[in-house]
């Protein structure tokens, strides 16, 4: 009976094992919420800095590229008194209270020598167009094209340049739909071409409200610079991003009011990058000696 009750003695009540109080629990609790919510923000900033520099540099990828197109292109340019050239400052796409982009064409010798085909036109301009977005939503997109055709097919549609009847060749070959045409850049914002002359001012002048050059009659004001090329076409192209192209191009569309369109195109500046380049035509010093230095014609005896 007493080893009963001393064993009985032994198993009493076990000492309390150690614990967590309710207070602790929730202390860890607010503790582990707060880092899971730095940890989380942390990463939204990360993916929000990565996705903005693989956007920019998507960006400028596209814009460095078709820069280098254009300016490659504008080096080829020829100029003479049956070769001539156009570009026309501000214009606009019908239909759109719009941007103000620039239109240019030339001739170039960037074809294929080869086959004897080296003389290209070239018409470079900015169209705008109704696109889609992810969720079917409409939106304006403005687009940077590069129009070209072999000097051949120009002459087979009726507009051969070296017909002294076809030297502005660009007034008809707007009308003919033979162009092969490229897109080199979406979402521009603004696309500018100036026209430097030789004596280092610019050769655009006023015709008719409009700020032009055209070769065939040369900078405004300065005699003898005729059939004469731009020493150097400067570039300047802006670009925004396509997730803010997207958004800003919703209220572009026909039927939005004009104060929301201006602050879509605002947007749509802030959210840009900008590039400028300088092309210098590779005949343009010979021609500027031949005509402006010696004053002789070296195309003249090519007319019939």
Excluded at 168 to 179: P, Q
Excluded at 237 to 262: H, K, N
Excluded at 269 to 293: C, E, H, K, M, Q
């Amino acid at each position: 009976m007493r080893e009963m009750k001393m064993s009985k003695g032994k198993r009493g009540l076990a000492p309390p094992e150690a614990a967590f109080t309710l207070v602790e629990v929730l202390a860890a609790m607010a503790v582990l919420v707060v880092l899971v919510l730095a940890l989380t923000r942390m990463f939204v900033e990360a993916s929000g800095i990565t996705r903005r520099g693989t956007t920019a540099l998507m960006r400028n990828s596209t814009m460095e590229t078709a820069m280098e197109t254009l300016l490659q292109d504008a080096e080829s340019m020829v100029v003479n008194d049956r070769l001539a050239c156009f570009a026309k400052a501000n214009v606009t796409d019908a239909g759109t209270d719009g941007f103000g982009f620039d239109d240019v064409w030339f001739i170039g010798t960037s074809g294929d020598q080869d086959d004897d085909l080296p003389y290209e036109y070239f018409h470079f301009y900015v169209t705008n167009s109704i696109a889609t977005n992810a969720a079917g939503a409409a939106y304006m997109r403005f687009s940077l094209i590069k129009a070209r055709m072999i000097f051949a097919v120009g002459d087979s549609f009726g507009f051969y340049a070296l017909d002294p009847a076809y030297t502005e060749w660009w007034r008809s070959a707007g009308r003919i739909d033979r162009w092969d045409r490229q897109v080199l850049a979406d979402n521009i914002v603004r696309f500018d071409i100036y026209c430097i002359g030789w004596d280092g001012m610019d050769w655009m002048r006023e015709i008719g409200g409009e700020r032009v050059l055209n070769s065939v009659f040369g900078p405004a004001g300065i005699d003898g610079f005729d059939g004469v090329p731009p020493a150097a076409f400067d570039i300047y192209m802006q670009v925004t991003s396509p997730e803010t192209a997207t958004e800003s191009g919703m209220a572009l569309v026909p039927g939005v009011d004009a104060a929301t369109q201006r602050k879509a195109r605002e947007m749509m500046i802030r959210d840009s990058a900008s590039l400028f380049g300088r092309a210098v035509p590779v005949n343009g010093s010979a021609r500027y000696n031949t005509v402006a230095i010696y004053g002789t014609n070296s195309t003249s005896y090519y007319e019939d």
